[in-house]
């Protein structure tokens, strides 16, 4: 199957969900303050500027350079990132919902302090059963992303051949594209998650190396934001344990 010629992920803006969720964890209080179910969560205002400035830097690149399609979590924060990003740029989008972001079933909304309390043997079964593969009930685990990614990925190649194609995702995809499209193991990328936080509206890219794969061109690149008032979040869990 022929690879694509450029391949980019970017995680969305700044949500709210973002900042209460920090602002719980800073509490220390077991419940994240929110009434939106997860898919409904919207940008804050930093994350619309952050999103305009992901727009500034893909005006910026030559048309030869551009992304010449589009795939969209349909998350309302990823899908309004996506909509200011794009705005004037005549790249055509669409909405994937493989490309949404990790369930967490019992744990949603819970903080680590939370998760500890309502749920202790959880922690205990995370600990064992490590990240990749943990499993919370009524959930996901990253295992289940990176299948939903996998097939993603063998469409986008099918279907853009040879092309340069732009994702809009969350923190999750990011990080598990990169165990798809460079080959890491579970060990490689779980020292990529321990000590990088996905940054919104950062970009990761690949580009055809010639040869028939992609190779990693940029990995949580903030240049093109002007500012960011707050430090990146984490975003498909609150890690009961380290990583």
């Known amino acids: 199957m022929a690879e694509l010629d450029h391949l980019w992920v970017v995680r969305h803006g700044e949500s709210v969900g973002n900042v209460a969720a920090a602002h719980a964890e800073d509490s220390g209080v077991e419940r994240i303050d929110l009434t939106e179910r997860d898919a409904d969560v919207p940008l804050s205002p930093l994350g619309r500027e952050q999103a305009e400035a992901t727009g500034r830097w893909l005006a910026g690149l030559s048309p030869a350079d551009r992304p ?39 744990l949603d909304l819970l903080t680590s302090h939370g998760t ?30 990176t299948l939903r990614l996998r ?21 999750a995809v990011v990080l598990l594209l990169r165990y798809l499209v460079e080959g890491l193991s579970e060990p490689d990328l779980m020292d990529v998650a321990r000590s990088t936080t996905v940054a919104n509206c950062s970009v990761t890219g690949w580009a055809d190396d010639g040869r028939g794969a992609l190779r990693l061109i ?26």
């Open 68 to 106: 010449e399609a589009a795939v969209v979590s349909p998350y309302r924060r990823t899908a309004e990132t996506a909509e200011l990003a794009l705005r004037g740029s005549g790249i055509p989008a669409s909405h994937d919902e493989r490309l949404r972001d990790r369930e967490l079933g019992i």
């Open 116 to 145: 500890r309390v309502r749920y202790p043997e959880e922690v205990t079964r995370r600990r064992h059963l490590g990240k990749f593969y943990y499993r919370p009930p009524g959930g996901e685990s990253w295992a289940d992303v």
């Open 151 to 171: 097939s993603l990925l063998g469409d986008l190649r099918r279907d853009h051949a040879g092309r340069r194609v732009i994702l809009f995702g969350h923190e």
């Open 218 to 243: 940029s990995f949580n690149d903030v240049t093109h934001l002007e500012r960011q008032s707050t430090p990146p979040t984490r975003e498909d869990e609150v890690d009961a344990e380290p990583v």
